[in-house]
């Protein structure tokens, strides 16, 4: 009956096999007709590497078993892309194939995207088709649901033009590129794992271009994540985009003060190796021209190359806007760092898991402190995560709210999630049960 896709971990548990059941059968009551394909694409949790991948900086996530799927069935007839989801409360949308265009945020927008980055990509139209998503990655939590959408949808496009130049890492950074339809300026980090996981194993990823080493992590740990129940981000990605685009500023300074082009300063660790050069001294370079206020604000304007509005939301007036470019700054070379390290201590000496906590800490300081990503419940989930005797706890994704992660030693993991949801989810009036099937969860 189907093309399967990245699909046969679905049907690994009988609940999984239930769930494709109850979509097929929500599938033909809409359309008519069985689904004649499935495609599934899971979504993820970084272990180390935030905010760092729009950057040029490798990456550490594994991915997860929520994921998306799309049942779908192909309609030459009508040359109609007809998009649903098994969740009704999710407003259906369609439009002839030739007309899928990414105009506005809605959920929908994210299947068109998929749809839309491959047909671009190929330069050919998929057929026309009806689909119907269902969706188990949480939303909006740092776990990234919406690259699972826009993923899943390519996926499916792909499955028509057997193209044989699209390979995981192509498909991958076509994803990136078309998610950017719907709005945010993303890295490659969500859509690269979302294709290249693989089980029990992390992936290194590597950008420009997308290429990815397994690293295996320590036996005696696992990863917990705990969603902090509240998003606190701007729906319309200007938080996010914003730091974005002082991480080009930051780069663009750190190239035209130190005299080194775009390219190397986007990958500042061989740079600093070339140079002979400490993080601190290429950061105290960094500080002393940002106080030197060299830059008027029309240059800065043309550097970034973005509207005078958002410039002023960046930038603001003062000059003490203008140090935390320096900030940002040292937040992505200290992250970057600590990828590297983290990835070195997983090959080399997997024992030393107080180091491995100590980097996924310093990563939470580092994010709050430099980047400013953190809100109230997260600095107390990833505290009580650690008084629960996680060995690091950090927050995961954008920020501002969603999930953390922490790593457990394996053999206390049922007390510490017994802990987490006693000392941060009973509070709140989550039982124990919500809680474990929702928000308290062991990544595999
Ligand atoms: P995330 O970190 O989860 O990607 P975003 O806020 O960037 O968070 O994207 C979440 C959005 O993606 C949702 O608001 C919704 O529009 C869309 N989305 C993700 N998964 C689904 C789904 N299963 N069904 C409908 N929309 C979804």
């Known amino acids: 009956l189907f093309d399967e896709l990245n699909v046969e971990d679905v049907y690994d548990t009988p ?37 760092v991948d729009y950057c040029g900086f490798p990456v550490l996530p594994i991915a997860i078993q929520q994921d998306v799927v799309i049942a779908g069935r192909t309609d030459e007839t009508d040359r109609k892309l007809t998009v649903s989801n098994a969740d009704s409360s999710f407003p259906e949308y369609s439009c002839n194939i030739r ?42 939590a740092g776990l990234s649901s919406s690259s699972a959408l826009v993923c899943a949808s390519a996926l499916m496009a792909a499955l028509f033009l057997k193209e044989k130049s699209l390979t995981r890492e192509c498909i991958a950074e076509v994803c990136a590129k078309a998610e950017r339809y719907v709005g945010t300026e993303g890295g490659g980090m969500d859509q690269a794992i979302s294709f290249l996981g693989v089980k029990g194993k992390a992936q290194l990823i590597n950008f420009n271009p997308v290429r990815c080493e397994p690293v295996s ?19 319309d990605g200007t938080d996010f985009n914003n730091r974005v685009a002082e991480c080009r500023l930051a780069a663009d300074v750190l190239a035209t003060k130190l005299g080194l082009d775009w390219e190397k300063v986007q990958k500042l660790q061989p740079l600093m190796v070339a140079r002979d050069m400490t993080p601190k001294e290429l950061l105290e370079n960094v500080e002393q021209h940002l106080h030197s206020g060299v830059y008027t604000r029309d240059e800065i304007v043309d550097i970034l190359k973005v509207s005078d509005s958002t410039f002023a939301s960046i930038i603001g007036k003062s000059s003490n806007e203008v140090f935390r470019l320096y900030d940002r700054a040292v937040h992505v070379a200290g992250e970057a760092a600590r990828v590297a390290e983290f990835r070195r201590l997983c090959d080399e000496n997997p024992a030393d898991v107080q180091a491995l906590g100590r980097l996924i800490d310093e990563s939470h300081d580092s994010l709050k402190v430099k980047y400013n990503v953190s809100i109230e419940e997260l600095d107390n989930l990833t505290q009580i995560c650690k008084g629960a005797g996680a060995l690091g706890s950090r927050l995961v994704g954008a920020g501002f709210g969603g999930c953390t992660i922490s790593m457990v030693p394996k053999e206390i993991v049922d007390q510490f999630i017994f802990k987490v949801w006693e000392a941060y989810y009973k509070p709140l009036n989550v039982s124990e049960e919500e809680a474990t099937s929702k928000h308290l969860f062991v990544t595999s």
């Open 217 to 235: 992590l320590p036996d005696s740990v696992t990863f917990v994540v705990a969603n902090c129940m509240v998003n606190k981000w701007k729906a």
């Open 15 to 51: 609940a999984g096999q239930q769930r494709i059941n109850n979509l097929i059968v929500k599938f033909e009551a809409k359309f008519g007709e069985q689904p004649n394909f499935l495609v599934r694409a899971p979504g993820r949790v970084n272990l180390i590497g935030e905010h």
């Open 99 to 140: 007309d899928v265009q990414v105009k506005e945020v809605k959920w929908y927008s994210y299947v068109l995207a998929g749809y839309l980055g491959i047909s671009q990509r190929i330069n050919t139209l998929p057929p026309g088709l009806q689909v119907m998503v269902d969706g188990t990655v949480p939303m909006s």
